[in-house]
C-alpha cells in the first residue's frame, strides 16, 4: 500500500512538470524524471513517467546540496537548482531542481526532478559557432 502511493506522489510530480513545461523535449519526448529521497539523498521512489537516465544524476545532485550546504543549513521553502554536470546533472542542458520536505520543523526527505532544457544559451553547434 505504501509503495503504491510512493509511487502516486512523484508520478503526479513528473505529470505536473511534463504539463507546465515549457521545453519540448520534456513536453514530447518526456526528457525528465522525479523522485523521493530520504534526509541522507538515497532514492526511496522514481516516477515511472520519464527517463531512468537521469536516476544516478538526479541522486548525485541531491547528496551534493547536503553535503555543499550542510543539513543544518537547509530550512523549508528553500529549492535548489543546477546544472552543473560536476555535481549531478550529467550535461549543461539538464537542470535539476531539489525542494527540502519538513515535518513539524524537521527535515524528513528531499523531492527532486531533472528536466532537459534546449534553450540556456551560449555557443551553438560547430566549431566556429559565434552565437551568445
Known amino acids: 500500500v505504501m509503495w503504491n502511493r510512493l509511487i502516486s506522489i512523484v ?3 513528473a505529470l505536473a512538470l511534463v504539463r507546465t513545461a515549457f521545453s519540448t523535449s520534456v513536453r514530447e519526448a518526456g526528457d525528465l524524471s522525479a523522485g523521493i529521497y530520504d534526509t541522507e539523498g538515497r532514492m526511496i521512489a522514481q516516477a515511472v513517467t520519464g527517463t531512468p537516465g537521469h536516476v544516478n ?3 548525485a545532485a541531491v547528496v551534493n546540496f547536503i553535503e555543499d ?4 543549513r537547509i530550512y523549508e521553502g528553500d529549492s535548489y537548482i543546477t546544472n552543473d554536470p560536476w555535481k549531478g546533472t550529467g550535461h549543461l542542458h539538464d537542470f535539476t ?7 513539524n520543523g524537521n527535515l524528513v526527505a528531499f523531492f527532486a526532478c531533472t528536466a532537459h532544457v534546449v534553450d540556456v544559451g551560449g555557443r551553438g ?7 551568445v
Open 97 to 103: 531542481v531539489v525542494n527540502p520536505v519538513f515535518r
Open 11 to 13: 508520478e503526479e510530480q
Open 57 to 59: 544524476t538526479m541522486a
Open 69 to 72: 550546504i550542510g543539513p543544518h
Open 125 to 131: 553547434y560547430g566549431p566556429d559557432a559565434t552565437e
